[in-house]
């Protein structure tokens, strides 16, 4: 009987020492980000808030000139012609003609390709100058084995950027030069218009472009 009792009383002060004894420490809270090392969001986290913001442009407006490396055929580009982005995803590569003084526009040139007969796309031009250029003239070259024809019109110009049915702004007193270089089933085009005295002044740096045309092997 002693015995038992004695068992029982350790047991007891034995329950009352664990629920003395101290509780696990808690695990402390993360840290707040320290004020002096704000969250910088990325430029796609920005626009994603922001729809009006955009990345910066891609336009570059390199004037050095040099090679222009096309897919089937290259150029040489003069110096001071201006390489820029192309407006257009069917315009292969584009320049700023610098303007002549006393006119209030650059001149605009572009190499594209495409198929189709070669009058077609002269007649295709004719028409943005209302189907009957002031004056116009065509003549036929070959270089390196590469016939080139050259058309020059000048007159009232429609000018239509991007889809061919989209709206045109008339530019009184403009000239383009333009040349097209047939290679396999397609035809290189390249294209220069702007005011009178810009386009007199690139014509013979036009010209000679032309002539740098190159088939690739």
Request: with cysteine; charged share 25%; hydrophobic share 35%.
């Amino acid at each position: 009987m002693w015995c038992r009792l004695s068992c029982l009383l350790l047991i007891s002060l034995a329950c009352s020492g664990c629920q003395d004894a101290p509780a696990p420490a808690p695990r402390p809270e993360p840290e707040a980000e320290s004020s002096s090392s704000p969250h910088r969001p990325t430029l796609a986290e920005a626009i994603a808030e922001d729809p009006t913001k955009s990345a910066p442009s891609t336009e570059t407006l390199d004037d050095k000139g040099g090679e222009l490396d096309l897919d089937q055929i290259k150029f040489t580009a003069p110096a001071g012609w201006r390489r820029k982005a192309a407006s257009s995803g069917f315009v292969l590569a584009e320049y700023e003609l610098p303007r002549a003084e006393g006119d209030e526009a650059d001149g605009r040139l572009t190499v594209s390709s495409a198929g189709g007969d070669l009058e077609a796309n002269i007649d295709r031009w004719r028409t943005q100058f209302g189907g009957k250029p002031a004056k116009e003239t065509q003549e036929k070259l070959t270089v390196e084995g590469l016939e080139i024809t050259l058309v020059d019109f000048s007159g009232d110009f429609n000018e239509q950027r991007g889809m061919m049915m989209g709206p045109s702004v008339l530019r009184k007193n403009y000239r383009m030069l333009a040349a097209i270089i047939p290679l396999g089933e397609m035809s290189f085009f390249v294209k220069a218009y702007g005011p009178q005295a810009t386009m007199e002044a690139q014509a013979a740096r036009f010209r000679e472009f032309a002539q740098t045309a190159r088939k690739k092997s």
